[in-house]
């Protein structure tokens, strides 16, 4: 997996990005046709669209990070563990080159790369997102979650 470059955004937070956008919007749909509030995606449900996308889900440490940087850059919102695309993630999103899911990570990370530089996510001074932490419990929890969903077909 892509390790951080100073002033860059990598391909782990272009994927991150791109599964929270579905996993929100999954839910998003799930809750209306329920007709339950709208809370947002579980971690799980983020694990669930990454492995969509990449055939894999990323580790603790590279969730926290991405998380870290798109949080600090105001593109998602993390609540309770529920991640929401914020206002800023949704003008993102909306304004990307449509390529298709085939190419949307690669597509997000140059229109990441023109949003602007993320912010060190180590940086305790930087904006809103290193205060956010993912401990190794809840981690294990959200995978667990979704190796569940994945043995009853969900």
């Known amino acids: 997996m892509a390790t951080m470059a100073a ?4 391909w782990n937070d272009a994927w991150i990005f791109v599964s929270a956008v579905i996993a929100e919007r999954l839910e998003r749909d ?5 007709a339950l509030p709208v809370t947002g995606a579980s971690l799980a449900d983020l694990l ?8 894999s889900i990323p580790d603790r440490a590279e969730l926290e ?3 870290r ?3 600090g850059a105001g593109l998602l919102e993390v609540d309770d563990d529920f991640v929401e695309v914020a206002p800023a993630g949704e003008q ?3 304004t990307r080159p449509f390529s298709g899911l085939s ?3 690669l597509t997000l990370q140059t229109q990441l790369n023109r949003f602007g530089e993320p912010t060190d996510p180590t940086d305790p001074a930087g904006p809103g997102g290193p205060d ?3 401990d190794e419990e809840t981690y294990a929890a959200a995978v667990r979650e979704y190796s569940l969903r994945l043995a009853d077909g969900r």
């Open 7 to 10: 002033g860059r955004w990598q």
């Open 132 to 134: 956010w932490s993912l």
């Open 69 to 71: 940087k798109l949080v």
């Open 103 to 105: 190419s949307a990570v």
């Open 92 to 94: 993102l999103w909306r």
């Open 48 to 55: 669930a669209a990454a492995d969509f996308l990449n055939h």
């Open 65 to 67: 990070d991405s998380m």
């Open 30 to 34: 799930r809750a209306m046709h329920a």
